[in-house]
């Protein structure tokens, strides 16, 4: 074929001591669809951000129709007729399609007024252009994700974009609105865009894709043509490496059923039933956006329920609200440590120490002596340093952050412990202590439930594996049986379209 | 002060200067305001110093420093309210009411405080349970309490020369006036609630980070619910008090307190984000303004210029509050020039 539109040769960034994209490329054609895989945390998004001016390679070139160019702000990404739709979308919902399809650039009649009818016929012309049957003068909120979606496009494509990358655009779409996309997608190909498309879903990257390019760990691995690559192909690239020792832990000889989870589920989500005993440690595996995390806040009240029933230890677990959950012996380390775990600005005792007061009141008169021994005496498990017990706990490193956060159920000594993204942010040394603690709380007899996106931890530390899609527990592996590519083809739902499954709606 | 300061803490001192700042104004900036404050004052205005002097500023500034400590548990949270003004109105009226009916001393002063509950309580359940903002609410319940006093008093001050309960305004228990000791006791309590109990974590808790205060188990909603109802509380006793002192219902009585209690929280140094602050400072808060109020009169200051100098005062200290979150306030200053900068 002839030069590429775009080509990126040696993109290299660096975050601090992590390297987030380390010597990557990557190219595009004219009137292609390139499907961009990799686990989360490949580093596709980064490479988008620096794709978009959001954010500045330490090394690498980009050339566009073979000439070096610097995007140095979202402003040159325009420029050079680079558009980016991200997941979140860039909208304004409270003004018209119209509106926003004029943002930033509103025309203006010769006093200097808006001209509205200019906005809206523009508004028209733009939809006319994607085929996208929209009414341009409804408020953007009031239509679907999928519309809004339409609508961003339809702007990219009024800037003359020439490379457009979708960023996981059917995550949040019905089947019928991803049918919709799909359609736009082929159109602007057709007409010779260059599309970069990432997505977790085997099946559309099937139905889409000219070529596949595959990252990991933010380093390319490799390129090929639908027609010379297999889904499996592409599932070994995109996990394959090798589990290193610092899961690998003494068989463990679970109990009795301690969670009880039966069809429990909510808009978009399960129904779901799993058990956990005593002494085991179960994963709960799936891409970003499966439903993992919700399925937990629903176990555990932080979200209401439709329907189902949990039982712990035999007895019946309804919760209404967290601390009905905590009264019944459940306790969750939620995924973002910093905006729903900790109280920043607060002393780490106080942290702590927040779940458990009720076991340290004489009427409601807080016994501080005994607060702070027993805070202390946790903190020294934990191996947290004693001194820092009065300090705010943003003064903390990540992964102590994360232990104080542990540290409030192991004050609580909850039977049930759920514990989202344990180790996210979190240094290799602190990782270790936290599996540690981990396989120790299970040995003691506590059933874990452990949310993990980083797939060689979900089957490392686990007895079980718990692969979720859509909502849905999709497969239950035993610890032997789960390897990294089989939890990934659960995971993403490949060999899916051959069968007849759902990878319809999501949450 | 000092021209020569030790070569390390001035080290020191430059490596984490915001830090420092923050730390010392959090524990004795607001104190040195103070003392600096009082020091002048005696100096410059005869009299200041005179015990009797002192008493009636102490009782001068009881009313608006028991609003503050009820205001301090809402902003604890988060929330601010802005009824309490009225609130003492009402309650004033109420209490007067009852006492002229024939209600014993102590029963109307507890119907004054419960009907102040009772106003909080919708406060609370608004915004609580509604999830309205507590800015809108209790200036909605600011408005309407106040018509209330007027219609419940038809407009006019109902006095009433021998009212039972007048001594809690006027009088004196082993030297010391009455409103003071009601003022020592609320903040007794407030301080001992706050500092103490579990009730005092669960609302810093609220006002620290909501979300994670629910998953930690603590019952969000019901505290909010919970530190409206103390606000409403305080004010109905404050509102029984400012009663008894000019031993009359005035449906005026209050109007413009809730700023003034507003002021005195944040000069104490309690963060109107919630989550950080001390219930006594509040009461140095209270009593900075007060000392301002009486020493300017002292000094034979123009009432208008009083208002410039309490404004300034006031502003001043929010100030130097949010300069101790600079980073913060910087951001968003920036993050407002560039748009939405994509995490």
């Known amino acids: 074929m002839d030069k590429p539109l775009l080509e990126l040769t040696g993109i290299t960034k660096r975050f601090g001591a992590t390297l987030a994209l380390n010597d990557v490329r990557l190219d595009l054609r004219a009137g292609e669809v390139l499907a961009l895989m990799g686990e989360n945390g490949a580093g596709k998004s980064t490479l988008m951000k620096i794709l978009a001016g959001n954010i500045q390679r330490d090394a690498g070139s980009i050339l566009i129709d073979g000439q070096p160019v610097e995007i140095r702000s979202p402003r040159d990404a325009r420029a050079q007729g680079i558009a980016i739709i991200h997941q979140e979308l860039n909208t304004v919902p409270a ?44 408020p953007l909120g ?11 496009i339809a702007r990219a494509v009024s800037e003359n974009a020439r490379v457009l990358v979708l960023d996981e655009p059917t995550a949040a779409l019905s089947r019928a609105e991803a049918q919709e996309l799909y359609a736009v997608v082929n159109r602007m190909r057709a007409e010779g865009v260059g599309l970069i498309y990432i997505s977790h879903r085997m099946e559309e ?60 589920e909510a808009t978009g989500l399960g129904p779901a039933s799993f058990q956990v005993r005593a002494g085991e440690v179960v994963s709960m595996s799936g891409l970003v956006g499966s439903g993992r995390t919700e399925l937990a806040r629903l176990i555990f009240g932080a979200d209401r329920r439709s329907g ?23 306790a969750m380390v939620p995924e973002d440590r910093k905006g729903q775990g900790l109280f920043l600005d607060h002393s780490v005792e106080r942290n702590i120490s927040i779940s458990s007061l009720d076991q340290f009141v004489s009427g409601e008169v807080v016994r501080d002596g005994a607060v702070r021994k027993s805070v202390l005496e946790q903190m020294e498990r934990l191996r947290l340093r004693k001194n820092a017990i009065d300090l705010p706990t943003r003064a903390l490193s990540g992964g102590n952050q994360q232990k104080a956060a542990l540290a409030r159920w192991l004050l609580r000594d909850s039977p049930v412990m759920i514990l989202d993204e344990p180790t996210r942010g979190v240094d290799i040394g602190a990782k270790r202590e936290i599996y540690e603690l981990i396989d120790a709380l299970a040995r003691a007899g506590k059933a874990i439930l452990v949310i993990s996106s980083d797939l060689p931890e979900a089957i490392g530390i686990a007895d079980r594996v718990l692969v979720v899609r859509g909502g849905k527990i999709v497969k239950e592996l035993q610890a032997d049986e789960a390897s990294e590519e089989n939890v990934m083809r659960y995971a993403v739902g490949a060999g899916a379209n051959h069968q007849t499954s759902n990878p319809g709606t999501q949450p | 002060m000092n021209a020569s300061p030790e070569p390390v803490a001035e080290a020191a001192a430059k490596q984490s200067n915001q830090f420092d700042f923050a730390w010392w104004w959090d524990r ?109 609410v209790t200036l909605g319940t600011m408005t309407f309490l106040r018509g209330l006093a007027y219609t419940i008093t038809n407009g006019q001050p109902i006095v009433s020369s021998d009212l039972n309960f007048k001594d ?8 010391i006036p009455v409103p003071v000791i009601a ?41 909010i619910l919970s530190v409206y109802v103390v606000a409403g509380i305080c004010a109905g006793l404050a509102g029984v008090i400012f009663a008894a002192r000019v031993i009359s219902a005035q449906p005026t009585a209050g109007t413009g307190y809730e700023l003034d209690a507003i002021a005195a929280v944040v000069l104490g140094g309690t963060s109107l984000v919630g989550g950080r602050g001390r219930i006594v400072g509040t009461l140095i808060g209270a009593v900075i303004l007060g000392v301002l109020t009486t020493g300017l009169i002292l ?7 009083q208002l410039l100098i309490k404004g300034v005062v006031i502003i001043l200290a929010v100030a130097i509050d949010s300069l101790k979150q600079r980073p913060e306030l910087l951001s968003v200053l920036f993050g407002r020039g560039q748009g939405p900068s994509k995490g």
């Open chain 1, 95 to 138: 003004m018209t399609v119209a509106e926003n399809l004029s943002l930033g650039q509103e025309p203006r009649n010769r006093f200097g007024v808006l001209d509205r009818g200019r906005v809206l016929r523009d508004a028209r012309e733009k939809l006319a252009r994607i085929h996208a049957d929209i009414d341009p003068t409804r």
């Open chain 1, 142 to 152: 009031s239509l679907g994700i999928g519309m809004q979606q339409m609508v961003e």
């Open chain 1, 205 to 264: 990257v099937w139905q889409l894709a000219d070529r596949i390019t595959v990252f990991r760990d933010g380093g390319y691995v490799g390129t090929g043509t639908r027609a010379e690559m297999s889904e499996a192909d592409v599932v070994r690239m995109m996990v394959g490496r090798s589990i290193g020792d610092l899961y690998r832990h003494e068989p463990r000889t679970p109990g009795n059923v301690v969670l009880d989870v039966k069809d429990i």
């Open chain 1, 308 to 330: 189902g029933a949990v039982q712990v230890n035999g007895r019946p677990s309804n919760p209404a609200d967290p601390s009905k959950a905590i009264a019944d012996g459940l």
């Open chain 2, 28 to 136: 004795v900036g607001i104190l040195m305001v103070l003392i600096l404050l009082v020091v002048l004052m005696s100096i410059f205005a005869p009299n200041f110093n005179r015990v009797d002097n002192l008493l009636n500023i102490a009782r001068s500034i009881s009313v608006n420093a028991i609003l503050a400590a009820g205001l301090t548990f809402v902003i604890l949270t988060g929330g601010i309210d802005l009824s309490v003004g009225s609130i003492v109105a009402v309650s004033g009226v109420v209490a007067v009411i009852a006492a002229i009916a024939g209600v014993p001393a102590p029963v109307a002063v507890v119907i004054g405080m419960a009907v102040g509950g009772a106003c909080g309580l919708v406060n609370g359940v608004l915004t609580a349970y509604l999830a309205l903002a507590p800015f809108i």
């Open chain 2, 168 to 175: 809690l305004g006027n009088g004196y228990l082993l030297g």
């Open chain 2, 183 to 223: 003022m020592v006791a609320v903040f007794l309590v407030a301080w001992f609630v706050l500092e103490r109990t579990r009730y005092g974590r669960h609302v810093y808790a609220v006002g620290g980070n909501a979300q994670a205060a629910r998953l930690a188990g603590v019952q969000v909603n019901r505290i």
């Open chain 2, 299 to 305: 000094l034979n200051v123009q009432f208008f210029t």
